[in-house]
């Protein structure tokens, strides 16, 4: 089984991929994670792909396909996978396709975890952090004991840039720039599936087994 995560940044999706990963019993790919093991280990695509972000480059798509493919060769990738932060865009999208094509292959489900913005951005800006100790805190689920003040050492807690409204809103608008198009990818494939990501992860979670069965 091959699975595809969709989601904005905060929508929980790396959280559901972990999850399908451990019932199905099939790695979590995180491309993220490839690129780190391959620079790692100095391949010959680790370092390809070093000297671009070296660079302060993007790394080509074709580069970026050719590390995941290497990845999902591996024995363990023989039941399928989940592809978590893969692909970002359609060009990312059709070379992959192309390439699972000529292996005799293709991707069963593109899974998008949807979560309107108004309730990402209300679960991010709720976040609060302490800068001297690193504890992190949300004003709904998890306040510190006393309001402002970090339990562990006292010090006041404040909104991480990251975190506020407007920084938010403005990396939903560059998610959905990028994404509405693979929706309509794999909407057009026939194996776009949307769940309902407002639900509680444990809800969320039992939709998708339904649908993947
Ligand atoms: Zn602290």
């Known amino acids: 089984m091959k699975i595809i995560m969709l989601g904005a940044p905060g929508a929980g999706k790396g959280t559901q ?5 451990d019932k199905y019993k099939i790695p979590h790919i995180s491309t993220g994670d490839i690129f780190r093991a391959n620079m790692k280990n100095g391949t010959e695509l680790g ?8 660079k ?3 790394v080509p798509d074709e ?44 991707v069963d489900f ?4 949807d979560v309107p913005d108004e309730n990402i951005v209300r679960r991010m800006s709720g976040r609060r952090a302490c800068l001297k100790c690193g504890a ?23 909104q991480r840039e990251d975190d506020k409204p407007e920084t938010v809103q403005n990396r939903l608008s560059v998610y959905h720039e990028q994404t509405q198009p693979l929706i309509d990818y794999y909407t057009n494939k026939q194996i776009l599936k949307t769940v309902d990501g407002t639900k509680d992860m444990q809800e969320v979670f039992n939709d998708i087994v339904s649908i993947l069965g």
Do not use: W
């Open 17 to 21: 991929a972990k999850m399908i990963a």
């Open 47 to 54: 370092l390809k792909a070093k000297e671009y972000m070296d």
């Open 56 to 58: 302060g480059l993007l």
């Open 63 to 106: 580069l970026t396909v050719e590390i995941l493919l290497d990845r999902v060769a591996q024995d363990d990738c023989k039941d399928g996978y989940v592809l978590d932060g893969f692909p970002r865009t359609i060009p990312q999208a059709d070379v992959l396709d192309k390439e699972l094509t000529k292996l005799g292959d293709k």
């Open 110 to 113: 593109a899974i998008n975890v």
């Open 136 to 158: 992190t805190y949300h004003i709904e689920h998890i306040p510190p004991k006393k309001e402002g003040i970090c339990d562990n050492c006292g010090s006041e807690l404040v």
